[in-house]
Structure formats: structure tokens, C-alpha cells
């Protein structure tokens, strides 16, 4: 679950046009966000978009797939992640539709994580 000291900074500078992009470690992968927001992960030098039904088959018929792992005896999905193929990874302009549609439904869409609100000094 490694993600090559290369693929992150290329991540950050294909997603930057979105807005200020960030990523911090998880689960041996990376959470990507933009804004702050959680929209995308890196795991194996792959990047996994949040989708809603519809952007997962588009991506999907592009040559994506939903991301899954072992978990003891069996083998998991998690349908809302769906990887982006590489041709996509090689032109922006053509990835980028689908990164906004991520962040789209990763903040709004049901589940959306809300950002904390600062808690008051007392």
C-alpha cells in the first residue's frame, strides 16, 4: 500500500487547478483533499476518486475499478472509490471533470464529511 515519492507530488499538481490540494497519510495510502476537504485517496500509486452511482460508471467504463482489500477470509469493497485509468492520469484536462464531480459529491452528496466548526474559547 505505498505510494512512490513521485506519484504524490504528481497527484497534488494534476489536481491543483480544483483548489489548494493537500494530502495526509492513511492507512499506509493517502487521503487527498482539497480545501480541506476529503475527496480522493492514493493507495499503490493508484488514485481512487469518491463517486457517487454515476460517476462510477463512467469511470468504470473507462477501465476503472471499485477499490478492494482482504479482510481476513475475504475480500472487500468499497463501491464508493473507484480507481482513475491512466490515460486520465496523463491528461489533465480530461481528469479533471471527473476530480471536480468527486469533490462535488464527497461535499455534498449524502454522507459528506462537514468540517468542523472552531470551537469556542472559554
Given at each position: 500500500?505505498?505510494?512512490?515519492?513521485?506519484?504524490?507530488?504528481?497527484?497534488?499538481?494534476?489536481?491543483?487547478?480544483?483548489?489548494?490540494?493537500?494530502?495526509?497519510?492513511?492507512?499506509?495510502?493517502?487521503?487527498?483533499?482539497?480545501?480541506?476537504r476529503?475527496?480522493?485517496?492514493?493507495?499503490?500509486?493508484?488514485?481512487?476518486?469518491?463517486?457517487?452511482?454515476?460517476?462510477?460508471?463512467?469511470?468504470?467504463?473507462?477501465?476503472?475499478?471499485?477499490?478492494?482489500?482482504?479482510?481476513?477470509?475475504?475480500?472487500?469493497?468499497?463501491?464508493?472509490?473507484?480507481?482513475?485509468?491512466?490515460?486520465?492520469?496523463?491528461?489533465?484536462?480530461?481528469?479533471?471533470?471527473?476530480?471536480?464531480?468527486?469533490?462535488?459529491?464527497a461535499?455534498?452528496?449524502?454522507?459528506?464529511?462537514?468540517?468542523r466548526?472552531p470551537?469556542?474559547?472559554?
Amino acid at each position: 500500500m505505498a505510494v512512490s515519492p513521485q506519484f504524490r507530488p504528481h497527484v497534488v499538481d494534476l489536481l491543483m487547478p480544483l483548489g489548494p490540494i493537500d494530502t495526509k497519510r492513511m492507512f499506509g495510502g493517502l487521503s487527498v483533499r482539497c480545501a480541506g476537504r476529503h475527496f480522493a485517496v492514493v493507495i499503490d500509486d493508484t488514485l481512487y476518486l469518491t463517486s457517487d452511482e454515476a460517476l462510477r460508471a463512467e469511470l468504470m467504463a473507462r477501465g476503472g475499478s471499485v477499490f478492494t482489500y482482504a479482510k481476513r477470509d475475504r475480500i472487500v469493497e468499497a463501491p464508493r472509490l473507484v480507481s482513475v485509468v491512466e490515460d486520465l492520469l496523463e491528461d489533465p484536462e480530461a481528469l479533471l471533470p471527473f476530480a471536480r464531480r468527486s469533490l462535488e459529491f464527497a461535499t455534498s452528496g449524502p454522507g459528506a464529511v462537514r468540517p468542523r466548526s472552531p470551537r469556542a474559547s472559554a
